[in-house]
């Protein structure tokens, strides 16, 4: 079909998440069309990421600057910690801003089955930021799989030793959820976390 | 709970088959190897688990046809799907009223008990068979049975491995998985508990019919699973390694099942009594889960009408009538059925 290059960049765009062959050959099309207003931004867009894509070595963010943008944040509230697997969790609790504090990204979670242990986690550097004191509040942000809440088990375990509050996000129903769809371990866990009214 | 209808696609020897039940027995005629089981199975599919003859998804792939199978039900306006595609065909995927769902889901919509031929020996084999008939009753009544199950599993799946590593495991993450266990092991014993409890009353509140009635108990093989579960788990760490698995636990639950009347254990029965004894407690079973669900499980009997003499088979069909449960029966003669009368839906299978 194309040239060796158009080829190389739709093979290499089929393997991001969510895109496949068939939308990666859509992708480079209109990539192509668009040359001026699509292909140069996102070059320069992809260069700047590139150059400057950092781990931030305080809480495990990925960002273009080390601390990170949240770390450095001085509006942020550094008494209270959100633990959370992965970036993307960090990024879907952050949209909208709803936790004033600071983030701790682990980078993932514990799994027997997958060979992932407590050391290949970022927890020594999550403890390390307790122990430095200045801390009231850990809240762990774990998924409701078996693997995340193992973890948050594990994290509560871990932290158990200092004057702190530990929290974990609730389970239940969702906001404009209808309890006619939802399935029995949801209610059952909603039922469980009621609370008093007012 | 009935099916009103069910439609197979390249499911085992049925390359396409629709049945629109309008009775409450459905009894399934033909020949040996005709494929009536087969139907049975593809009903005991509608539920989680690995159907009535726990067999591999793949297997059930008709062969010469597009490479996956498809089963379709119509259960009170909802439909429900499952199969495989020919890209996977050891996954198996579920679909409620045309949204992808979990297979552990499927246990809030449709409740499916069976007794097939291989259950004869039931009493006699490994608790392992015992322990996924008594869990098959369980979900019935607490849909949610199946979810804890699993989790359970997963966890302890976890902890086994952690423990046959070769450097010493973290204390704290079998402390986490050990909690995590602990907490599916108490909703599955409650459940558990709560149906043997339930299902001796209904047994000893029913008259004394034709079939032996049982004597039912939960009993735990491997010592009392009394008290803390996740303090004994951690106590036997160093047990469990050595052994290889986790040692204590509701996996290592059992059903105890005594002939009432003989007091004889139930293994100890003829083959007869013992067929008789099931017939009992799934009987039970389904007033139980009529009285409280409000609809009785579907029943699926293989080759069981052949094995009774007439006048048995006529009690049998007249108490299955006052469950009210939609009963998928086969036989290899429609006259096997003749005592059912006009609330039976005679299929041939297998003329066509």
């Known amino acids: 079909m194309a040239s060796q290059e158009i080829d190389a960049l739709a093979q290499a765009l089929s393997k991001l998440p969510g895109l496949g062959p068939r939308s990666a050959r859509r992708v480079v099309l209109h990539l192509m069309k668009k040359r001026e207003s699509v292909l140069m931004p996102l070059l320069r867009a992809l260069e700047q990421v590139e150059q400057r894509l950092v781990v931030c070595s305080t809480c495990g963010n990925i960002d273009t600057g080390n601390p990170c943008g949240i770390c450095v944040d001085p509006r942020r509230d550094i008494r209270s910690i959100c633990v959370v697997e992965d970036v993307s969790d960090l990024w879907a609790l952050d949209r909208s801003r709803l936790f004033p504090g600071k983030y701790h990204v682990l980078g993932g979670r514990l799994s027997a089955l997958d060979g992932v242990r407590p050391e290949d986690l970022n927890i020594e550097g999550l403890v390390a930021r307790v122990a430095a004191g200045g801390v009231d509040e850990v809240v762990l942000a774990m998924n409701a799989t078996l693997e995340g809440q193992t973890t948050a088990h594990y994290l509560a375990e871990r932290l158990e030793q200092f004057p702190i509050r530990l929290t974990q996000l609730a389970h239940g129903v969702p906001v404009g959820g209808e309890l006619d769809y939802l399935d029995d371990g949801t209610l059952a866990q909603a039922l469980r976390a009621r609370r008093p009214v007012g | ?137 369980v979900l019935a009544l607490s849909p949610q049975h199946a979810r804890h199950s699993s989790r359970y599993e997963k966890a302890m799946q976890q ?75 951690r106590k036997g760490r160093n ?3 050595a052994a290889g698995r986790t040692l204590c636990g509701p996996h290592r639950a059992d059903l105890d099942v005594i002939h009432k009347d003989s007091g004889q254990m139930a293994e100890q029965c003829s083959t007869g009594e013992q067929k008789a004894l099931l017939l009992s407690l799934i009987l039970a079973h389904a007033a139980l889960v009529s009285a409280q669900r409000q609809a009785p499980p579907i029943l699926l009997l293989d080759e069981v009408a052949a094995h009774l003499d007439p006048s048995r088979r006529a009690a049998l069909f007249a108490l299955l009538a006052e469950t009210g449960a939609q009963v998928w029966m086969t036989g290899t003669e429609p006259e096997l059925f003749n005592g059912i009368g006009p609330s039976a839906q005679l299929l041939p299978v297998g003329q066509n």
């Open chain 2, 159 to 233: 902890r086994n491995k952690l423990l046959s590593g070769t450097v010493p495991a973290d204390p704290l993450w079998l402390d986490a998985l050990e909690q995590q266990m602990a907490d599916s092991a108490h909703a599955i014993q409650a459940a558990r508990t709560g149906l043997v409890d339930a299902l001796r009353d209904q047994l000893q509140s029913a008259p004394s019919g034709p079939f032996a009635v049982p004597l039912i108990s939960l009993v735990d093989k491997a010592g009392p699973a009394e008290g803390d579960l996740a303090m004994i788990w």
């Open chain 2, 239 to 241: 047990r469990d390694a």
């Open chain 2, 1 to 137: 709970m009935v099916l009103s209808r069910l439609s197979l696609n390249d499911f085992r020897n049925h390359a396409a088959l629709e049945i629109r039940p309008n009775a409450q027995f459905i009894a399934l005629h033909g020949s040996n190897g005709a494929g009536k089981t087969n139907i049975l199975e593809a009903v005991s599919l509608l539920v989680p688990g690995r159907g009535l003859r726990r067999a591999a998804m793949s297997d059930m792939v008709r062969a010469g046809g597009g490479g996956g199978f498809a089963i379709v039900a119509e259960v009170s306006g909802n439909v429900i799907g499952t199969g495989v595609s020919a890209q996977q065909p050891e996954r198996r995927k579920v679909r409620v009223n045309e949204s992808n769902a979990s297979i552990n889901s499927l246990a809030e919509w449709l409740s499916v008990i069976w007794l097939t031929p291989a259950m004869d020996r039931l009493f006699a084999d490994g608790s392992a068979a015992r322990r996924r008939f008594l869990d098959r009753l």
